[in-house]
């Protein structure tokens, strides 16, 4: 099992700026993949940012350009530097995690959710 403890959520104005952070632990040898969803009321969760143990990264189309992936492989930590937010950036954001045991069998986990709201 993985566990995730997400932290740096909050209220911040349109434009302002947010730095997500989230730590794994657990009976995991090697991490994968880490990243972040959001959910917002009324829609399904969508990814926001992915990066892999190679540091190969991945945007929705939506943030590129904004937010900014960043990983510590050594400490299985992984942060969401979040610019020039926009209201329609609101939700709960989720950080994700995918990897192996020392067995080999894959593990993935989700965290508890931190909320951002964009707002004026």
């Known amino acids: 099992q993985v566990q995730l403890v997400e932290s740096g959520g909050g209220l911040v104005q349109p434009g302002g700026s947010l730095r997500l952070s989230c730590a794994a632990s657990g009976s995991i040898f090697s991490i994968n993949v880490m990243g972040w969803y959001r959910q917002a009321p009324g829609k399904e969760r969508e990814l926001v940012a992915i990066?892999?143990?190679?540091?190969?990264?991945r945007y929705a189309d939506s943030v590129k350009g904004r937010f900014t992936i960043s990983r510590d492989t050594a400490k299985n930590t992984v942060d969401l530097q979040m610019n020039s937010l926009k209201p329609e950036d609101t939700a709960v954001y989720y950080c994700?995690?995918?990897?192996?045991?020392?067995?080999?069998?894959?593990?993935?986990?989700w965290g508890q959710g931190t909320q951002v709201t964009v707002s004026s």
């Open positions: 994700y995690a995918q990897g192996y045991t020392t067995l080999g069998f894959s593990v993935d986990g």
């Open positions: 990066i892999t143990s190679g540091g190969i990264t």
